[in-house]
């Protein structure tokens, strides 16, 4: 008898399988990846006193980008938010507007500033902030900053440069 059973089931089980109709693939919604990412602005309260460091740090989560120092310059140029505005952090851009370009290559950095940077006499400026944010990085030893003209003081060696506009 159980010889008889299990040809029966075995058809009972194709006939199903045959007959119920199909259902569709379960489909997993994928999410991209996300990173924190460290970003630095200005804190005005400690800057108007001269009470340092000027630069207080804050956290983002975006996308899983391809570099990290790319995607933290970026927010660094998209500026704080509303609520960390309301935190008295801003971004002292200097005339800027933003970048066209970062290079990372034998540790130094090469970040190519779009608008008319003017540092108007102040000692602290985007360059400061440009620093502070991508210095977090290990892979980053030298940060060579260049003005809206592809100009910098110090283009060649190791060590940090900034434009002309970003003197005081």
């Not at 109709?21 to 804190?43: G, R």
């Not at 790319?70 to 935190?87: C, I, N, R, V, Y």
């Not at 370009?101 to 000692?123: D, F, H, M, P, W």
């Amino acid at each position: 008898m159980g010889r008889i059973i299990f040809p029966i089931m075995a058809l009972a089980l194709a006939i199903i399988a045959c007959c119920s109709p199909c259902s569709p693939p379960l489909i997993q919604p994928v999410s991209p990846a996300t990173v924190i990412l460290n970003v630095y602005f200005t804190d005005m309260t400690r800057y108007e006193v001269g009470t340092e460091p000027y630069e207080i740090q804050v956290t983002r989560s975006v996308p899983a980008p391809l570099s990290l120092a790319e995607a933290t310059l970026t927010q660094l140029f998209l500026g704080p938010t509303e609520a960390e505005k309301s935190q008295g952090l801003s971004v002292i851009l200097s005339g800027t507007t933003g970048y066209s370009k970062l290079t990372i290559e034998n540790g130094i950095t090469r970040v190519y500033l779009t608008g008319t940077c003017a540092s108007q006499g102040s000692t602290y400026t985007i360059a400061n902030l440009i620093f502070a944010n991508l210095k977090q990085f290990p892979e980053i030893v030298w940060i060579k900053i260049y003005d809206q003209n592809g100009e910098t003081e110090t283009p060649v060696g190791q060590s940090d440069s900034i434009p002309f506009c970003l003197e005081p």
